[in-house]
């Protein structure tokens, strides 16, 4: 607005000093008034651009401004972060000290604890042990106050009196505690013993392995055709008479198809039977020449069969030294049987038994082994002799050089003579080890049943039981008493007097357990 006053002025001016000049005076206001105006213009324009570059730079300045701002609030969140985490870090380390030494407190805590309990526990003791020492102490001032009483009244007495008089008073005063000792003792002493004897049998039954044998030597001769039979009889029945009395055995010759049954007490002389027969059969030729013949040639065939076999059986164990007599009659029981059990057989195993069992007990296992070879040595002997067949065989091997230890083992295999030495015991056991093993023998319905029989009536013999129960087949009897008539010790009782009585009047291939149940039932029914 200034410009436009001086403008305005300065034309007035020019009029009035040249009035002549006006169309140029007025050209040249125009002209200012249009480079006046042009210069407002490009002022305003001027200005604007200004203000808008200002307003960018405010803009770009704020952006930065916000951008550094973020960035300086991350790194001060960083930072605050960082110092949280190592403020964090060392409380936790600080808290985990504090726990380690807490837990060291409570463990020296609870050790001064054990400590004091441990002490007033000795403290207990030694009042304990204080007031024992107190009363014995006294226990033995009152006594000797009264021996000196008892001295002086029997200062009269002999030695011998005084003697007497003091073991029936310690008798009297230790009864009880005898008693009750003495059942501790045989209580622990028997199942020590029972667990031992288990072991030992284990260990040597698992290290024999042998198959149960019931080949029964055979007494039938099968015949090629029925007309053999009638030569076999020959003309007025010379030839069965020959071979009869050759033989010893009584041939049966019945309406059975092509056979002929051989009969005889001794299987050998049956075994010399059947050889004869056979060849006789097969040869075709029967007449009394041939049949003597025939059967002396059997004869030495089961001769030599029974000496190889008594050898085999000695050479198996490793014996030395045995009598030939004693070889042969070992070779003999190859053909006796006991319920369907090979004796020698049997006799081997039993012998096989003994020098393992001696071998786990520390025991000579030659000794042993002889004597459980040689225990049924009796049952090889022909029938001229009388007794069992343990005695028998205890006399044979007696006869032949045998030590006492054997002769002994083998006649008291039976019990029927007292045992003298642990290897007579070796023996027994082997031998029903060796018998009651699972099929080894077989007995027949009609015994096996008389036996549980007998077992249960003699259990039922005993005063105080109710009931009694053979189980196991035989191998166990259960007996129940009358609580009110039978006490727990003398249920005790029963069931050794049980024992003792089995043991005395049974015959059984194997052991037998005895099992006393006494019990007390109270029923009541709610309504």
Request: a negative charge; charged letters at 30%.
């Given at each position: 607005?200034?410009?436009?006053?001086?403008?305005?002025?300065f034309?007035?001016?020019?009029?009035?000093?040249?009035?002549?000049?006006?169309?140029?005076?007025?050209?040249?206001?125009?002209?200012?008034?249009?480079?006046?105006?042009?210069?407002?213009?490009?002022?305003?324009?001027?200005?604007?651009?200004?203000?808008?570059?200002?307003?960018q730079?405010?803009?770009?300045?704020?952006?930065?401004?916000?951008?550094?701002?973020?960035?300086a609030?991350?790194?001060?969140?960083?930072?605050?972060?960082?110092?949280?985490?190592?403020?964090t870090r060392?409380?936790?380390?600080?808290?985990?000290?504090?726990?380690?030494?807490?837990?060291?407190i409570?463990?020296h805590?609870?050790?001064?604890?054990?400590?004091?309990?441990?002490?007033?526990?000795?403290?207990?003791?030694?009042?304990?042990?204080?007031?024992?020492?107190?009363?014995?102490?006294?226990?033995?001032?009152?006594?000797?106050?009264?021996?000196?009483?008892?001295?002086?009244?029997?200062?009269?007495?002999?030695?011998?009196?005084?003697?007497?008089?003091?073991?029936?008073?310690v008798?009297?005063?230790?009864?009880?505690?005898?008693?009750?000792?003495?059942?501790e003792?045989?209580?622990r002493?028997?199942?020590?013993?029972?667990n031992?004897?288990?072991?030992?049998?284990?260990?040597?039954?698992?290290?024999?392995?042998?198959?149960?044998?019931?080949?029964?030597?055979?007494?039938?001769?099968h015949?090629?055709?029925?007309?053999?039979?009638?030569?076999?009889?020959?003309?007025?029945?010379?030839?069965?008479?020959?071979?009869?009395?050759?033989?010893?055995v009584?041939?049966?010759?019945?309406?059975?198809?092509?056979?002929?049954?051989?009969?005889?007490?001794?299987?050998?002389?049956?075994?010399?039977a059947?050889?004869?027969?056979?060849?006789?059969?097969?040869?075709?030729?029967?007449?009394?020449?041939?049949?003597?013949?025939?059967?002396?040639?059997?004869?030495e065939?089961?001769?030599l069969?029974?000496?190889?076999?008594?050898?085999?059986?000695?050479?198996?164990?490793?014996?030395?030294?045995?009598?030939?007599?004693?070889?042969?009659?070992?070779g003999?029981?190859?053909?006796?049987?006991?319920?369907?059990?090979n004796v020698?057989?049997?006799?081997?195993?039993?012998?096989?038994?003994?020098?393992?069992?001696?071998?786990?007990?520390?025991?000579?296992?030659?000794?042993?082994?002889?004597?459980?070879?040689?225990?049924?040595?009796?049952?090889?002997?022909?029938?001229?002799?009388?007794?069992?067949?343990?005695?028998?065989?205890?006399?044979?091997?007696?006869?032949?050089?045998?030590?006492?230890?054997?002769?002994?083992?083998?006649?008291?295999?039976?019990?029927?003579?007292?045992?003298?030495?642990?290897?007579?015991?070796?023996?027994?056991?082997?031998?029903?080890?060796?018998?009651?093993?699972?099929?080894?023998?077989?007995?027949?319905?009609?015994?096996?049943?008389?036996?549980?029989?007998?077992?249960?009536?003699?259990?039922?013999?005993?005063?105080?039981?109710?009931?009694?129960?053979?189980?196991?087949?035989?191998?166990?009897?259960?007996?129940?008493?009358?609580?009110?008539?039978?006490?727990?010790?003398?249920?005790?009782?029963?069931?050794?007097?049980?024992?003792?009585?089995?043991?005395?009047?049974?015959?059984?291939p194997?052991?037998?357990?005895v099992?006393?149940?006494r019990?007390?039932?109270?029923?009541e029914?709610?309504?």
């Amino acid at each position: 607005m200034k410009s436009a006053s001086a403008a305005a002025d300065f034309a007035f001016l020019m009029a009035e000093s040249a009035p002549l000049q006006w169309p140029l005076t007025v050209a040249i206001g125009v002209g200012v008034a249009g480079g006046l105006g042009l210069a407002w213009v490009l002022t305003r324009q001027t200005r604007r651009l200004a203000n808008e570059e200002a307003a960018q730079i405010i803009e770009v300045a704020k952006r930065e401004a916000v951008v550094a701002g973020h960035e300086a609030r991350q790194k001060a969140e960083e930072e605050i972060q960082g110092r949280r985490a190592e403020v964090t870090r060392e409380f936790d380390r600080r808290e985990i000290e504090t726990d380690i030494k807490l837990r060291e407190i409570r463990a020296h805590e609870e050790s001064l604890g054990l400590l004091d309990y441990q002490l007033e526990q000795k403290q207990e003791k030694l009042s304990r042990e204080n007031a024992a020492v107190k009363q014995a102490r006294d226990a033995i001032r009152s006594l000797s106050k009264s021996l000196r009483k008892r001295l002086e009244g029997v200062s009269q007495m002999d030695a011998e009196e005084i003697k007497r008089t003091l073991r029936e008073e310690v008798m009297l005063e230790c009864q009880d505690e005898l008693r009750a000792l003495r059942r501790e003792t045989l209580d622990r002493s028997e199942q020590d013993l029972q667990n031992e004897a288990k072991r030992i049998l284990i260990t040597t039954m698992q290290r024999l392995s042998s198959k149960p044998n019931a080949d029964i030597t055979a007494t039938i001769v099968h015949l090629p055709s029925e007309e053999m039979k009638g030569r076999i009889i020959g003309r007025e029945g010379r030839n069965i008479k020959s071979f009869e009395a050759a033989t010893g055995v009584t041939l049966l010759i019945d309406e059975t198809p092509q056979m002929v049954l051989i009969s005889s007490f001794d299987p050998v002389r049956r075994e010399i039977a059947r050889l004869a027969l056979d060849g006789l059969v097969k040869d075709g030729r029967i007449h009394p020449a041939s049949i003597e013949e025939f059967v002396n040639r059997a004869r030495e065939d089961v001769d030599l069969n029974v000496q190889q076999s008594g050898e085999d059986a000695v050479q198996r164990l490793g014996i030395n030294g045995l009598h030939p007599e004693i070889i042969k009659h070992l070779g003999r029981l190859k053909y006796r049987f006991s319920y369907t059990q090979n004796v020698l057989d049997h006799s081997i195993e039993v012998g096989f038994l003994c020098s393992m069992i001696a071998s786990e007990l520390g025991l000579d296992p030659n000794v042993a082994k002889r004597a459980g070879l040689l225990h049924d040595i009796g049952k090889g002997v022909e029938g001229d002799y009388e007794g069992s067949h343990a005695i028998i065989g205890a006399d044979l091997v007696k006869r032949h050089g045998e030590t006492p230890i054997v002769v002994n083992a083998v006649a008291a295999h039976h019990e029927e003579v007292k045992p003298e030495t642990v290897y007579a015991g070796l023996v027994i056991l082997a031998d029903t080890v060796s018998a009651s093993r699972p099929g080894a023998r077989a007995e027949s319905m009609t015994s096996y049943i008389q036996r549980l029989e007998r077992l249960e009536k003699l259990a039922m013999s005993l005063e105080g039981v109710q009931q009694a129960y053979a189980i196991q087949a035989g191998r166990e009897i259960r007996v129940v008493v009358s609580p009110q008539n039978v006490t727990d010790e003398q249920a005790r009782e029963l069931s050794k007097t049980l024992r003792r009585k089995i043991e005395e009047e049974l015959q059984y291939p194997s052991t037998i357990k005895v099992t006393v149940i006494r019990e007390s039932r109270f029923t009541e029914t709610a309504t």
